[in-house]
């Protein structure tokens, strides 16, 4: 059996040990690299690193949301557009109403003629029958009964001219009225079609925004490995 070496040999052979192997048994294990590190938009405080498949999901996501954001914004744009169109037509129909309300006062101008005419012949009928009804000779009679004539020419004159300008204007009414019938059927028809389009619109806008939110709150300002994400983008 061999006889044991000394302590003081064992520490003199410690201290006689080269620096470079004194320093590797002094130093401690080396960290793993963790590579360099990125975040989505500007770092928030206290963000937790995201996992490798946690940044899957968000880098899925945000592709995900660049893509359906121009479909969004089309809509709205369109819907907008639509608006604009329908508030034309708005504009269009202040006109046309202001040529129905000329129509109104068109016939209440007609009306009012027509009973004026209606009073005068009536007068006129009242008068003929009781000059007829006492007949009478010589120069007066004669004189009266030509300005009866005379006024009867004048009031038939008169009841053609209106009767005329009636037709006229009762055409011309018909035409305008079926224009700004047909101009309130054609706007209310596309306020109808913007509504339901302003509605799915809505739907879609709020869906994406809340898509959006959660991926904000999910994503936004964590930290993450570039190396990971190199590796996702690899298929890994």
């Given at each position: 059996?061999?006889?044991?070496?000394?302590?003081?040999?064992?520490?003199?052979?410690?201290?006689?040990?080269?620096?470079?192997?004194?320093?590797?048994?002094?130093?401690?294990?080396?960290?793993?690299?963790?590579?360099?590190?990125?975040?989505?938009?500007?770092?928030?405080?206290?963000?937790?690193?995201?996992?490798?498949?946690?940044l899957r999901e968000c880098l899925k996501d945000q592709t995900a949301l660049a893509e359906r954001r121009p479909k969004v914004e089309a809509e709205r744009d369109a819907v907008q557009r639509e608006m604009d169109e329908i508030k034309q037509l708005d504009?269009?129909?202040?006109?046309?109403?202001?040529?129905?309300?000329?129509?109104?006062?068109?016939?209440?101008?007609?009306?009012?003629?027509?009973?004026?005419?209606?009073?005068?012949?009536?007068?006129?009928?009242?008068?003929?029958?009781?000059?007829?009804?006492?007949?009478?000779?010589?120069?007066?009679?004669?004189?009266?009964?030509?300005?009866?004539?005379?006024?009867?020419?004048?009031?038939?004159?008169?009841?053609?001219?209106?009767?005329?300008?009636?037709?006229?204007?009762?055409?011309?009414?018909?035409?305008?009225?079926?224009?700004?019938?047909?101009?309130?059927?054609?706007?209310?028809?596309?306020?109808?079609?913007?509504?339901?389009?302003?509605?799915?619109?809505?739907?879609?806008?709020?869906?994406?925004?809340?898509?959006?939110?959660?991926?904000?709150?999910?994503?936004?300002?964590?930290?993450?490995?570039?190396?990971?994400?190199?590796?996702?983008?690899?298929?890994?």
């Amino acid at each position: 059996m061999s006889a044991s070496l000394p302590f003081a040999w064992l520490t003199t052979a410690l201290l006689c040990l080269p620096a470079t192997l004194w320093a590797q048994a002094a130093a401690k294990p080396a960290a793993p690299a963790q590579g360099k590190i990125s975040t989505f938009g500007d770092a928030k405080a206290g963000g937790k690193l995201l996992t490798r498949n946690e940044l899957r999901e968000c880098l899925k996501d945000q592709t995900a949301l660049a893509e359906r954001r121009p479909k969004v914004e089309a809509e709205r744009d369109a819907v907008q557009r639509e608006m604009d169109e329908i508030k034309q037509l708005d504009e269009a129909l202040k006109a046309d109403a202001s040529a129905v309300e000329s129509i109104k006062t068109g016939v209440a101008s007609l009306n009012e003629r027509n009973q004026e005419l209606s009073r005068k012949i009536a007068d006129f009928n009242e008068r003929m029958t009781k000059f007829q009804e006492s007949p009478r000779s010589g120069p007066s009679a004669e004189r009266q009964r030509s300005n009866f004539e005379t006024e009867k020419v004048a009031l038939d004159k008169s009841a053609q001219e209106l009767a005329a300008e009636r037709t006229a204007f009762t055409s011309k009414s018909e035409q305008t009225l079926k224009v700004y019938n047909a101009r309130v059927t054609a706007r209310d028809k596309a306020a109808g079609e913007w509504n339901a389009k302003n509605a799915q619109s809505a739907k879609l806008v709020q869906a994406y925004e809340t898509d959006r939110e959660t991926w904000a709150a999910d994503c936004a300002g964590r930290p993450y490995r570039e190396d990971d994400e190199i590796a996702i983008k690899s298929g890994k």
